[in-house]
C-alpha cells in the first residue's frame, strides 16, 4: 500500500489530493488552460469539478495500490492549491519512474515546479528506493525542459515519436536524475547551476 506523509518545502508543501480540493483544482486547471493544453491530454476546455472529483478518486485509488503518486502542490500551510507533481508508471522491476509537473498559471514563475519537483525526486529514492526517475518533456515544452534542467536532471537524447500529443507523433527529450544528483551527501557528476533546493521535510498526518 503506498502512502505519502506531508512533505514541507519552502513556501510550499504537497500532499495528497483530497475531495475538497476539487474546485480549487478545476479553477486551476481552466486558469491554467494555454500553458496546459498544448502538453496535458487531460487539460481541456470542459474541465470540470466532476472531472476533478474523479481525478481525486484515481488519485487516492492508485496511491492506496502502490501504482503511482499524483498529489498536489499547495501553500505551506495545505490550503490553497498551486499545481500537481507525480512519480507514475513505475517499474519496480528496473526501481524507476516517471516524474511530471504543473503549477497553475497565477503561480508559474516562482520555482513551484523545480522545488516541488526536486522534492518528489527526493521521496522517490529515499522512501520508494527507485533508482532512476525519468522526465519526459515535448521537445517543444521548454518551461517544463527548463524545470527539468533546473533539477539538476540530466539529457539523455531526443527521441523520436516519444509522445503523442492531440493524436500526433512528437519527438520528446528525456531526463534523467539518479540519486546522487539530488542526495545533498552524495557528490553531484555535474552539478546544476541552480543551488539545490534545502531537504524536505516529512511530517505525518
Not at 78 to 84: A, C, P, Q, Y
Not at 92 to 107: D, P, Q
Request: include cysteine; aromatic fraction near 8%; proline fraction near 6%.
Amino acid at each position: 500500500m503506498g502512502t505519502v506523509p506531508i512533505l514541507r518545502g519552502d513556501g510550499f508543501s504537497l500532499r495528497p489530493f483530497r475531495q475538497a480540493d476539487a474546485e480549487q483544482l478545476a479553477a486551476a486547471v481552466q486558469e491554467s488552460m494555454a500553458s496546459l493544453a498544448p502538453w496535458m491530454p487531460w487539460a481541456h476546455l470542459r474541465y470540470s469539478v466532476r472531472d476533478a472529483q474523479l481525478w481525486i478518486d484515481t488519485c487516492a485509488d492508485n496511491l492506496a495500490a502502490g501504482l503511482s503518486y499524483d498529489i498536489g502542490i499547495y501553500s505551506e500551510d495545505g490550503r490553497v492549491l498551486f499545481g500537481g507533481v507525480a512519480l507514475n508508471q513505475i517499474s519496480t522491476e528496473n526501481r524507476m519512474a516517471n516524474l511530471g509537473y504543473w503549477v497553475r498559471k497565477s503561480r508559474q514563475g516562482e520555482g513551484l515546479a523545480t522545488r516541488a519537483a526536486w522534492m518528489m525526486a527526493c521521496f522517490g529514492f529515499h522512501r520508494l528506493h527507485l533508482t532512476r526517475i525519468e522526465i519526459v518533456a515535448a521537445e517543444q515544452n521548454l518551461a517544463s525542459r527548463r524545470v527539468a534542467e533546473k533539477t539538476g536532471a540530466l539529457l539523455e537524447c531526443v527521441a523520436r515519436n516519444r509522445l503523442v500529443l492531440r493524436g500526433v507523433p512528437c519527438r520528446a527529450a528525456i531526463y534523467s536524475l539518479v540519486p546522487e544528483s539530488v542526495m545533498p551527501s552524495v557528490p553531484t557528476p555535474a552539478p546544476s547551476r541552480t543551488p539545490a533546493p534545502a531537504s524536505p521535510r516529512a511530517v505525518s498526518e
